[in-house]
Nanobody, 120 residues
Framework: QVQLVESGGGLVQTGGSLRLSCAASGSIFSINAMGWYRQAPGNQRELVATISRGGRTNYADSVKGRFTISRDNAKNTVYLQMSSLKPEDTSVYYC??????????????WGEGTLVTVSS
């Protein structure tokens, strides 16, 4: 069993910054890709950023140059540094990880989400 726990969400003004964290725990053998997704009310969940085990990153066009994804493999943790936040960034942010468990089974795991609200 693997659990992902996000933290760092909250209320911030336009132009402000927040740092999200997501830590994985449980029967982890290895973690492949990590990523952040978001879902605003009435919208589908969308990709924000991903990072491979080797550190290759990918960003949605809407966040390029403002958000930075990083990971600490020793801590099984992924981060999302968000800067120059806009009201349209308001969403529930979810982390996801591709995990191989100690019984050598692979699956994608998701956190429960953390709310980011950007006020205008």
């Amino acid at each position: 069993q693997v659990q992902l726990v996000e933290s760092g969400g909250g209320l911030v003004q336009t132009g402000g910054s927040l740092r999200l964290s997501c830590a994985a725990s449980g029967s982890i053998f290895s973690i492949n890709a990590m990523g952040w997704y978001r879902q605003a009310p009435g919208n589908q969940r969308e990709l924000v950023a991903t990072i491979s085990r080797g550190g290759r990153t990918n960003y949605a066009d809407s966040v390029k140059g403002r958000f930075t994804i990083s990971r600490d493999n020793a801590k099984n943790t992924v981060y999302l540094q968000m800067s120059s936040l806009k009201p349209e960034d308001t969403s529930v942010y979810y982390c996801s990880m591709g995990v191989t468990t100690t019984n050598l089974r692979y699956a994608d795991y998701w956190g429960e989400g953390t709310l980011v609200t950007v006020s205008s």
